[in-house]
């Protein structure tokens, strides 16, 4: 099953013309956050595609057999953050496993009592330290529409940014011309805003899951930052501020 998927992908993507023209324009047409590129940053989102496709290896879980069109929309939102970076900030990624519906991951955790309790988690979305992506399709398909925020693939390539510094931190390696020590003030007086706030029952602008820990604030500004900047601007304009001089974009 495998081997065809790569196999129908290579036909594509070893070539000049890296992306089928159809599924290119399909793709485009059905996600909102490319859309809104204009005609340049489209192409070199293409080439970045195209070239993020004959690298890193799609497989599915429980079943799913990717085809190259759901193959080429999760290269256009993985290359996307990174287009002003720079590819070699997706190096990290070495394969990306798609699942048909949310995926469950085996959680170990210690009470107070030094009891370890075991539970599943229904996951969107993860990010392995050892570059491995794993993705539900429905959140894929639910990213890119520029409506509420949600991006699931530029969620973790946000981590996969993040982890480039050594750790899940929330401060990933900063362009030369970028302050980290105005980062960090921005990005920690941002978040135990945002902590105080759910303390307060008070219903602030961003996911509260940005509250759970440093990487995650960082992974869903990311997010905001470019599905929904407006939401963003008004909760934390520092950040918002930050996150556009990290990613090279208004």
């Known amino acids: 099953m495998f081997d065809k998927l790569l196999a129908r992908l290579n036909s594509f993507t070893h070539s000049h013309t890296a992306i089928d023209e159809h599924i290119w324009q399909q793709t485009v047409a059905a996600v909102p956050l490319l859309q809104s ?17 004959a690298e890193k290896h799609f497989f599915g879980g429980d079943g799913l057999e990717p085809t190259p069109a759901m193959a080429v929309r999760v290269a256009a939102l993985a290359c996307l953050p990174v287009l002003h970076l720079g590819y070699h900030w997706l190096d990290g990624i070495r394969e990306l496993v798609i699942y048909p519906e949310k995926f469950l991951v085996h959680r170990e955790e210690q009470d107070e009592y030094g009891v370890v309790h075991e ?25 890119g529409l520029m409506s509420d925020g949600y991006n699931v693939v530029i969620h973790e390539v946000a981590h996969v940014l993040d982890v480039r510094n050594g750790a899940f931190n929330g401060f990933p390696p900063l362009p030369l011309q970028m302050d980290a020590g105005q980062w960090t003030v921005d990005f920690s007086a941002a978040f135990d805003a945002l902590n105080r706030q759910l303390d307060a029952d008070i219903e602030p602008l961003i996911d509260p899951y940005a509250a759970t820990a440093p990487t995650e604030f960082f992974a869903v500004t990311s997010e905001y930052h470019f599905e929904r900047p407006d939401n963003l601007h008004q909760a934390f304009p520092a950040v918002a501020a930050q996150l556009a001089l990290f990613y090279g974009r208004p």
Do not use: I, K
């Open 37 to 53: 590129q204009d005609a340049q940053a489209l192409a070199e989102l293409r080439a970045m595609s195209g070239r993020f496709l």
């Open 119 to 143: 539970r599943y988690e229904p996951l969107s979305g993860e990010a392995w330290e050892h570059g491995t992506l794993v993705l539900a399709w429905p959140d894929v398909v639910d990213s």
